[in-house]
């Protein structure tokens, strides 16, 4: 039976699968993506409301735009991947950041769950009123490309940072 899946604002309701994802995450070592995730979630509801903050716009750092973070649950309410939604783009957005991060925790990749977050994740930019959304990722992430090519992505040039990483841009209609 598939899963079925939500994506839900953050909540103080399921910290303890949320502080499962995190704790799972942190200790593969790996980057955490989206950016959102490396809060430290040690004075949880001071972390919900802080994304809670980003997303209506207020209190948001010098340059930055309004963000909305949602986390992407089973019917269990289990903690499979999160996304960081940006409202508009600065010019480090649109070359390296794009509209829309996602990441899945390590135990749950391979299963589809990233292709689903993203296609909800488009859903939720339409409402915001975002009718292209830029999605990127590293040229050497394959699996996040196969996501962005099976959500719709349309090429757009790449941009090449300054240590040489290549960034693979798309744009999605929403």
Request: charged content about 30%; hydrophobic content about 35%.
């Amino acid at each position: 039976m598939e899963r079925e899946l939500y994506l839900i604002a953050p909540t103080v309701e399921i910290k303890e699968e949320y502080l499962a994802f995190y704790k799972e995450w942190k200790e593969s070592g790996e980057v955490m993506t989206p950016w959102v995730i490396e809060k430290d979630p040690s004075d949880f509801e001071n972390m919900v409301q802080y994304l809670s903050s980003n997303a209506r716009g207020v209190n948001l750092p010098e340059g930055w735009v309004p963000d909305s973070t949602y986390w992407l649950t089973d019917e269990n309410k289990k903690v499979l991947g999160a996304v960081n939604i940006r409202h508009s783009l600065t010019e480090l957005l649109m070359n390296a950041g794009g509209h829309i991060g996602y990441g899945i925790r390590p135990s749950e990749r391979k299963k589809g769950y990233a292709t689903r977050l993203l296609e909800l994740s488009l859903l939720k930019a339409k409402e915001l009123g975002i009718k292209r959304a830029l999605v990127v990722c590293d040229e050497s992430n394959i699996g996040s490309l196969k996501t962005i090519l099976n959500n719709g992505g349309h090429p757009d040039e790449d941009f090449i940072e300054e240590d040489g990483n290549v960034v693979k841009r798309f744009w999605i209609n929403t």
